[in-house]
Nanobody, 123 residues
Framework: QVQLVESGGGSAQSGGSLRLSCAASGYPGSLGCMGWFRQAPGSGRGWVASIRPEGASFYTKSVEGRFSLSRDNTKDTVYLQMDNLNPADTAIYYC?????????????????WGQGTQVTVSA
């Protein structure tokens, strides 16, 4: 059974930083694209960023230049460094993974999901 376990959520002030981690386990092989979605109160789940196994990364426009993805394939772990946070980044952040290397912006592109971790940014 594949599990994605997120950690690193919490609270920060505007302009601050947080780093999220997501460790995958139970997949018999190498995972493909991994990434993050987020869901703010009263909103749907939206794509944030994704990264391919070789390191190519993609970001939604609102986080470009502030968020950075990295990946350790030996540990099946992905990291989301979030800098210059603002209150609009407040949401539950969900780690996701696909069995192939396509990094889509739709949730249907992904096969596995974590339970989510709360990020709260105060003004």
């Amino acid at each position: 059974q594949v599990q994605l376990v997120e950690s690193g959520g919490g609270s920060a002030q505007s302009g601050g930083s947080l780093r999220l981690s997501c460790a995958a386990s139970g997949y018999p092989g190498s995972l493909g694209c991994m990434g993050w979605f987020r869901q703010a109160p009263g909103s749907g789940r939206g794509w944030v960023a994704s990264i391919r196994p070789e390191g190519a990364s993609f970001y939604t426009k609102s986080v470009e230049g502030r968020f950075s993805l990295s990946r350790d394939n030996t540990k099946d772990t992905v990291y989301l460094q979030m800098d210059n946070l603002n209150p609009a980044d407040t949401a539950i952040y969900y780690c996701t993974a696909s069995t192939d290397n396509y990094c889509g912006e739709s949730s249907v592109s992904y096969d596995y999901w974590g339970q989510g971790t709360q990020v709260t940014v105060s003004a």
